[in-house]
């Protein structure tokens, strides 16, 4: 089970990627290894210190009971103290967002890859559409 953003890399320009572990509920786990999630509009914040995950999309588990979960929920992130203040010295001073770019199980446990990317203009993505489309031409020539 893996859900990727493929919307990040067309959006943003990823400098550099961090693992971290997702705080989740029992219902919320059961939903994610049947690969019920969505991370395009996600985004991650840092408050007090914490590092919190917004808008992720985690469906509800059809075999929940009353105790189900609220799909779009603040889910906190699991990282060092020293990760967290790196990441909030990028995303302050140089002006980068934190974009979740993969979810994930590893050894049972759900993973966040964590994208500090820097925001494309117009122009940029316009020269990625065009590299992308060399490309298949060359893939298809290829052939």
Same mark, same amino acid.
């Given at each position: 089970?893996?859900? +990727?953003?493929?919307?990040?890399?067309?959006?943003?320009?990823?400098?550099?990627?961090?693992?971290?572990?997702?705080?989740? +509920? /029992? @219902?919320?786990? &059961?939903?994610?290894? &049947? /690969?019920?999630?969505?991370? &395009?509009?996600?985004?991650?914040?840092?408050?007090?210190?914490?590092?919190?995950?917004?808008?992720?999309?985690?469906?509800?588990?059809?075999?929940?009971? !009353?105790?189900?979960?609220?799909?779009? !929920? @603040?889910? +906190?992130?699991?990282?060092? &103290?020293?990760?967290?203040?790196?990441? %909030?010295? !990028?995303?302050?001073?140089?002006?980068?967002?934190?974009?979740?770019?993969?979810?994930?199980?590893? %050894?049972?446990?759900?993973?966040?890859?964590?994208?500090?990317?820097?925001?494309?203009?117009?122009?940029? +993505?316009?020269? @990625?559409? %065009?590299?992308?489309?060399?490309?298949?031409?060359?893939?298809?020539?290829?052939?």
């Amino acid at each position: 089970m893996e859900i +990727k953003n493929k919307k990040a890399n067309f959006d943003y320009f990823v400098e550099e990627s961090i693992e971290c572990g997702i705080e989740l +509920k /029992g @219902t919320e786990i &059961k939903s994610l290894r &049947k /690969g019920s999630a969505d991370i &395009k509009d996600c985004f991650a914040v840092i408050k007090n210190n914490e590092v919190f995950l917004l808008n992720m999309y985690i469906a509800k588990y059809e075999e929940g009971n !009353r105790f189900n979960h609220d799909e779009r !929920r @603040t889910r +906190k992130l699991l990282l060092h &103290k020293k990760e967290i203040k790196k990441l %909030k010295e !990028r995303v302050e001073r140089e002006g980068y967002s934190l974009i979740p770019l993969r979810v994930y199980l590893l %050894k049972g446990k759900a993973k966040v890859l964590l994208g500090i990317c820097r925001g494309k203009k117009n122009y940029d +993505k316009r020269e @990625t559409i %065009k590299e992308r489309d060399i490309k298949r031409e060359e893939q298809k020539n290829y052939r």
